[in-house]
């Protein structure tokens, strides 16, 4: 469910993001438009892209799903905490308060469901 929901939402908001900006300019000239409420670049388009089209690839394997689930949800709770700290990742990402609980959302959502054991469904 994770890999489906996420990784259409991740998509859309990479797909959309790189069409409103497209500037992958990086350091003390980062830019940073603004998409709803978010601030993108070219950089989180692609990390939105790039992490939502895993997620839908790997919902066709159930144990796969939940690696990757897993994966996609640490990736965010380290973005999510590195967000505290600085106001752009790497130089790259811009983060505002709204992205920072989004990154937050993701990653304990990721988190959690690949840690519930799996249900048993008769048949």
Do not use: C
Request: zero cysteines; proline letters at 2%; charged letters at 10%.
């Amino acid at each position: 469910m994770f890999g489906v929901v996420v990784g259409v939402l991740l998509s859309l908001l990479g797909i959309v993001s790189l069409i409103v900006n497209a500037d992958f300019s990086t350091g003390e000239s980062i830019s940073a438009e603004r998409l709803l409420y978010f601030d993108v670049n070219g950089w989180s388009g692609v990390l939105y892209l790039l992490t939502g089209l895993v997620a839908l690839f790997a919902t066709a394997d159930k144990a796969r799903a939940r690696t990757v689930a897993m994966a996609v949800g640490g990736l965010y709770l380290i973005l999510t905490v590195w967000s505290l700290f600085d106001a752009s990742i790497l130089g790259l990402l811009p983060v505002n308060d709204l992205t920072a609980i989004t990154y937050a959302a993701i990653g304990v959502i990721g988190v959690a469901g690949a840690m519930q054991p799996e249900s048993e469904h008769s048949v």
